[in-house]
């Protein structure tokens, strides 16, 4: 049994805990004096949480839109799974892999930010890696103009 919070009259929220066993579980609502008042057929999906390793990609320019590989284990293929990259609204992720998934990067500030994964759109995971956004390079010149086909030319680029 877990103490909830009261809401409102409609609403009340807990919070699981450790010891909650994977796989389903029903709810139930009791009162303070032991008695069941409200019970449901729906079913509480306790699965391991998603965790995030690296990320192939660890930057993208600040007006997004850049496909990032994140790896990692536990990301579960549905529609919820999302990355969120700093504090901007999450972005849904694309599900190659119990460990491998794909996100691409909304519009950010340029900054260093923590990218972390979720299996639901709500619960993000700990283990975070840091992102960084970054205005977009220019490059003004370079030299040589031409080089060896052959390989091994040093090549000065110049830019912003």
Do not use: Y
């Amino acid at each position: 049994q877990l103490n909830a919070k009261v809401l409102s009259t409609t609403k009340l929220t807990c919070r699981t805990s450790e010891e909650m066993a994977l796989g389903g579980s029903s709810i139930s609502l009791w009162s303070a004096q032991g008695q069941r008042v409200a019970e449901t057929d729906i079913i509480v999906d306790f699965v391991n949480p998603p965790s995030v390793a690296h990320v192939r990609t660890p930057f993208s320019h600040t007006r997004g839109g850049t496909h990032v590989t994140v790896e990692g284990s536990n990301f579960e293929n549905n529609p919820a799974l999302t990355c969120k990259f700093g504090s901007v609204p999450a972005v849904a992720a694309i599900w190659r892999s119990s460990s491998v998934i794909d996100c691409v990067t909304p519009v950010h500030a340029p900054e260093k930010v923590w990218l972390r994964v979720s299996n639901n759109n709500h619960t993000f995971t700990d283990m975070i890696v840091e992102f960084e956004f970054v205005e977009r390079a220019s490059i003004l010149s370079f030299a040589p103009k031409t080089a060896s086909a052959t390989g091994g030319a040093e090549v000065l680029v110049i830019g912003t």
